[in-house]
């Protein structure tokens, strides 16, 4: 089971102190087989990878520019030079960044360049509230699978993360039997090898239990409470218990 921390805009040089507990954890027996993979901001991924240096925990990006190549983009990193930092994850097509105006095409090019620099890629998709209360859950994820991996073969390196849009950061969860028909569905968009696929939005140690008895998830993207190293490490040991 995987256990991705979106760290979103958050943390500074201090907040690597409150890891000392993480990289415990994942040094001992009680991790069972849980994977832990941390995407901070950029401005931490060097010293993440420093403090992760002799565990297991992976490091990842919340995003990246679709470009392969260095050039004129004022603000923005690629692929490869998350590469060569450490980095060996990506989160792309997240949901707020979507808001933003990123659209399904521009998140398949970055799809595109991130799997090139063999970065393993963590594909965002989820409906909007009003998308749901109008029954077009379905046709939404259909459609943000069809556009975001266009002319993408190769799918060993992906994990689909579904995300509904009004769980994120609001403390609600789908009802199980919906979660479980949903990432059913999802499943159905693709033929032959799958993707791993992994369940956000409000992820909490409270609500674990519950999300944990969904078939067929091979993890968790979890935002808010892995800022919280003690809710994180508490995610992982209820799965297992
Ligand atoms: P949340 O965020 O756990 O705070 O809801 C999840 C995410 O945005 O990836």
């Known amino acids: 089971m995987y256990f991705v ?17 993480v990289v415990k954890f ?6 069972k ?14 010293s993440f990878f420093k403090k992760f240096q002799n565990c297991l925990i992976d490091i990842g990006a919340q995003n ?13 990193i690629n692929s490869k030079m998350l590469k060569s930092i450490g980095a060996n994850y ?21 799809i595109k360049s991130a799997i090139k620099a063999k970065l393993k890629v963590i594909f965002c998709i989820g409906e909007t509230l009003s998308e749901k209360k109008r029954g077009k859950t ?3 994820l259909s459609k943000q699978i069809k556009l975001g991996l266009n002319k993408i073969k190769k ?17 609600k969860i789908p009802k199980s039997k919906d979660l479980e028909q949903t990432v059913e569905f999802i499943k159905k968009n693709f033929k032959g090898k ?10 909490n140690p409270k609500n674990i239990n519950d999300l944990k008895k969904i078939n067929n998830l091979d993890g968790f993207l979890i935002g808010g409470a892995s800022q919280n190293p003690k809710k994180f490490i508490d995610i992982v040991k209820k799965t297992f218990n």
């Not at 087989?33 to 060097?46: D, F, M, N, S």
């Not at 520019?65 to 050039?71: L, R, T």
């Not at 992906?158 to 769980?167: Q, R």
């Open 5 to 21: 921390a979106n760290w979103k805009m958050f943390g500074n040089l201090k907040s690597i102190n409150t890891l000392d507990k």
């Open 26 to 31: 994942s040094k001992s027996k009680e991790i």
């Open 33 to 46: 087989k849980g994977r832990l993979i941390y995407c901070p901001p950029y401005t931490l991924i060097t």
């Open 64 to 76: 990246c520019h679709e470009s392969d190549d260095y050039g004129s983009q004022t603000g923005f």
């Open 90 to 110: 990506v989160i792309l097509g997240h949901s707020e960044n979507r808001k933003k105006g990123e659209t399904d095409k521009l998140i398949n090019l970055k």
């Open 138 to 140: 379905r046709s939404i």
């Open 155 to 171: 799918k060993s390196n992906l994990f689909i993360a579904y995300e509904p849009v009004w769980s994120i950061g609001t403390g």
């Open 194 to 203: 799958l993707p791993k696929i992994l369940y956000g939005g409000s992820v």
